[in-house]
């Protein structure tokens, strides 16, 4: 049961079972790196979400739509809906089917609750780039690894960011992974933003006026 009193039902997951501050509550208490960190906390889910975006756009070579960027948001959404689950990558492999066909039904809820464009080729590599730069970055700033360990014992060859993507809290230092209320706070902001953009789009230029002028009355 999510915060809200919905229900989902894994097997059978309908798209409107959970609210978008469910699914905000659900990445922010949902631990990257299996909750290890050299700080006090260890990374959500939710926040490391924010950095992919934050990258992805510092990257791109043109502008994000609100669908691509919602797409990177959202990009481990299902994570919050099996449970606040992040499997570290040496245990994928030994999950098996089950665990998948779950995750691909809660892929395709999400996509249909959000509308959300497919991958192409092209856009899938640039989000797995990054998303590897954001772990790369991850791993040295906030699980604690020396940039040595990184290529010989984590395989990772990208080279870490040094400069946070986010905005950091006032009181907090870069990469300082935050407390689950503000994680959860910042996710279902950038979530709504996105969904309000996304509105804003595809309304008539009349409409919006009209809407924009009952909101100033």
């Keep these: 049961m999510f915060r809200s009193g919905n229900r989902l039902n894994l097997l059978d997951p309908a798209p409107n079972a959970w609210t978008d501050a469910d699914l905000a509550t659900g990445l922010s ?7 290890h960190s050299c ?6 889910v939710a926040q490391h979400s924010l950095s992919v975006l934050a990258i992805r756009k510092l990257l791109a070579p043109s502008p994000l739509s609100p669908g691509e960027a919602l797409r990177e948001l959202l990009h481990d959404g299902t994570e919050a809906l099996i449970g606040g689950f992040d ?3 040496p245990l994928k492999p030994h999950l098996g089917e089950g665990y998948l066909q779950i995750n691909r039904r809660l892929q395709a809820a999400l996509n ?11 856009s899938h590599q ?9 772990a790369a970055s991850e791993a040295l700033h906030v699980v604690g690894w020396r940039k040595a360990a990184l290529r010989r014992d984590l395989g990772i060859t990208l080279t870490p960011l040094d400069r946070d993507p986010l905005t950091i809290p006032p009181g907090m230092a870069p990469w300082e992974p935050w407390p689950a209320h503000l994680a959860a706070e910042r996710f279902e902001e950038a979530l709504r933003d996105l969904l309000r953009a996304r ?3 595809s309304q008539p230029a009349d409409d919006l006026e009209y809407d924009q002028s009952e909101a100033a009355e």
């Design 29 to 35: 208490r949902t631990y990257r790196w299996g909750g």
């Design 39 to 44: 700080w006090d906390l260890p990374l959500s």
């Design 87 to 89: 499997p570290i990558t």
């Design 112 to 122: 249909q609750r959000y509308d959300l464009p497919p991958w192409t080729v092209a």
């Design 126 to 134: 640039l989000h797995k780039h990054s998303d590897h730069l954001a």
């Design 199 to 201: 509105r804003e789009m």
